[in-house]
């Protein structure tokens, strides 16, 4: 039981569309990154929320958006989806020194 | 250009012997690496880190080596038991003690570890 719970677990979308994905992390964890995980991949950085303001971002596009919220949520944003979006969404906030918590995820067919 | 790398797609042990684990890196800014546990349909689970002021960590059945020099770590799972069974990550870090962009943790492709009862 990590405390970082994601929802939903697993959608499916069209070429084009929008989606949102949604985190929900432990009270007090004010850091939280989301991670995109392809199939066969390792997790790979998308960005860093602290205190509501993007303060890292990885090799993604400007239409892999997010938002951080006061009470420790936070959300995704992928907007003009491609195929290539499918994979598992990881959302993670900051536990101790050195660790990170991971959800479950939610897993993203685009079709 | 792949930082983080698991050269071992999969591994496959009897139980009760020692698991080991490999994952070699590029980057000499990373000072902190951490292995994570990943069952299907669940996120990835913190196992072990390692700050690179050492050479080993232990906790319980699980040690994680540090050879700097080299750039490789190891994970030794002794003994291994059949609900070790799992995809392995290798990850690191430039340092999860400070703020900013840090926290960014580069995974390898991970390791599918199999322990045969």
């Known amino acids: 039981e990590t405390g970082v719970t994601q929802s939903p677990t697993h959608l499916i979308k069209t070429r084009g569309q929008q989606v949102t994905l949604r985190c929900s992390s432990q009270?007090?964890?004010?850091?939280v990154s989301w991670y995109q995980q392809a199939l066969g991949q390792g997790p790979q950085f998308i960005f860093q929320?602290?205190?509501?303001?993007?303060?890292g971002r990885g090799n993604f596009p400007p239409r892999f958006s997010g938002l951080q919220f006061p009470n420790y949520s936070s959300e995704l944003n992928v907007n003009a989806l491609e195929l290539d979006d499918s994979a598992l969404y990881l959302c993670?906030?900051?536990?101790?020194?050195?660790?990170?918590?991971f959800g479950e995820g939610s897993r993203l067919t685009v079709l | 250009d792949q930082q983080v790398k698991q050269n071992s797609p999969s591994l496959s042990v009897q139980e009760g012997r020692i698991s080991i684990l490999n994952c070699d890196y590029t980057n000499s800014m990373f000072d902190y690496f951490l292995w994570y546990k990943k069952y299907p349909a669940e996120g990835p689970t913190f196992l072990i880190s390692?700050?690179?002021?050492?050479d080993k960590n232990e906790d319980g059945r699980f040690t994680v080596f540090l050879n700097k020099s080299a750039k490789h770590l190891s994970l030794h799972i002794v003994p291994s038991q059949p609900g070790d069974s799992a995809v392995y990550f290798c990850?690191?870090?430039?340092?999860?003690?400070?703020?900013?962009?840090?926290?960014?943790?580069?995974f390898g492709k991970g390791t599918l570890l199999t322990v045969n009862p």
């Open positions: 993670a906030s900051r536990g101790g020194p050195g660790e990170l918590f």
């Open positions: 929320y602290y205190r509501e303001e993007e303060n």
């Open positions: 009270s007090g964890h004010n850091t």
């Open positions: 990850a690191a870090s430039p340092d999860l003690n400070s703020g900013g962009s840090n926290y960014k943790l580069t």
């Open positions: 390692i700050s690179s002021i050492k």
